[in-house]
């Protein structure tokens, strides 16, 4: 079974396009994450959920729309797509600790390559 | 400035060599650190967490140097399964679990 799993792995689509990102996990976790790794390999947090309620929101274009139906599911909605979303996806997910809390593993799903065309 | 920077490498390593590698971050309120681990194309795992006063994990052995800003990942005898990308990984007091990514340190072992 695969703790953190999300679809598509490969999504090809044109400029302008709208599309999702679905990420589900298996392990209890109550916090979940979405990641962009970009083209220089460089991974950045964009949303963090914790029991379903939005708690990270960094610097990302409001046509990045998270949603967390339940706490074992945050789905990527992305409109209008642009150029320069092209880059690979990752969903991930941990134990919740809690404000200040210390050392806990992130597990990762296999990523979502998103190719803009 | 980026906030945890890396040497990008690659390191080009011997198989049954050493090598060592150091990141170094900006922010002195950073509370954990970590190194993962990423094979091309896939996701990164946990390699190991790294303590204040150092630890091993077989091959592998980490430290921490609060004073200077800097984590390091040493491996011994490497393998040739040991090439791969090294991340370092921070987190900030009070940052929700927040994960700082450095951009990646790749080694490459040789036969």
């Known amino acids: 079974d695969t703790a953190v799993s999300q679809t598509p792995k490969y999504l090809v689509t044109q400029m302008g396009n709208d599309k999702s990102i679905k990420c589900e996990q298996n392990l209890g976790h109550d916090t979940m994450y979405w990641y962009k790794q970009d083209s220089k390999k460089f991974l950045k947090i964009m949303f963090s959920y914790n029991n379903k309620e939005l708690i990270i929101n960094e610097t990302v274009p409001n046509r990045f729309s998270p949603k967390s139906p339940d706490k074992a599911h945050l789905n990527l909605h992305i409109n209008s797509l642009e150029l320069g979303d092209s880059a690979v996806y990752f969903c991930?997910?941990?134990?919740?600790w809690g404000q200040g809390a210390s050392n806990t593993e992130a597990f990762f799903g296999q990523g979502t390559r998103l190719t803009v065309v | 400035r980026k906030e945890v920077e890396q040497d990008p490498g690659p390191f080009n390593v011997p198989e049954g060599a050493t090598v060592a590698f150091n990141c170094t971050y900006s922010?002195?309120?950073?509370?954990?650190f970590f190194w993962y681990r990423q094979d091309c194309r896939k996701e990164p795992k946990l390699l190991m967490s790294v303590y204040s006063s150092g630890n091993e994990d077989g091959r592998f052995t980490a430290q921490l140097n609060r004073a200077s800003q800097y984590i390091s990942l040493l491996i011994r005898d490497s393998k040739l399964s040991d090439s791969a990308t090294y991340l370092c990984v921070v987190t900030l007091t009070d940052s929700w679990g927040k994960l700082q990514f450095g951009a990646g340190t790749q080694v490459v072992v040789t036969p």
């Open positions: 991930a997910s941990s134990q919740e």
């Open positions: 922010n002195s309120a950073s509370q954990s």
